[in-house]
């Protein structure tokens, strides 16, 4: 049986989430999906100069995980330059400590964690479940991808 996957933890969202090579319609385009977390294994070790270590440790993961994480995000962006693909970024395991969900229903706030069921809360099974800070930011991702 395989194990469970351990949620990640993503510091930064993209802004864009859709690109696309010059020229091509979006409908005349295959994409390729990068994950949120590959994102940010990718942004901790490219952009912030991370070792393996530092980024497993900023996400909750072990560092074969991290590493794992990694080679897939490079390979899928490599695989969108080459093959001329559009990237999609969303989807994932993931959590972050920018934002809770609260229920209307029985005013619990937990932790968002991107694989669970987001539409129901998970003390009573509500369904009016928002953002606790609803703020502009936190709509985009707050919301399922």
Known sequence: ???PVKIRKVEVFPIETYFKPLGKKKCECEE???KIEELEAARLKDLEGLSQEEGAQRMGISRQTYQNILDEARRKMTLALV???AIHIGGGDYTTKHCLFKCQEC???YPIEYQ???EK???CGGTKVTCHKKQDHCKKWCTNH
């Open 1 to 3: 049986m395989a194990r």
């Open 32 to 34: 390729v999906t990068l």
């Open 83 to 85: 093959e001329g693909k």
């Open 107 to 109: 005013h619990e706030v």
């Open 116 to 118: 669970v069921n987001r």
């Open 121 to 123: 809360c998970p003390k």
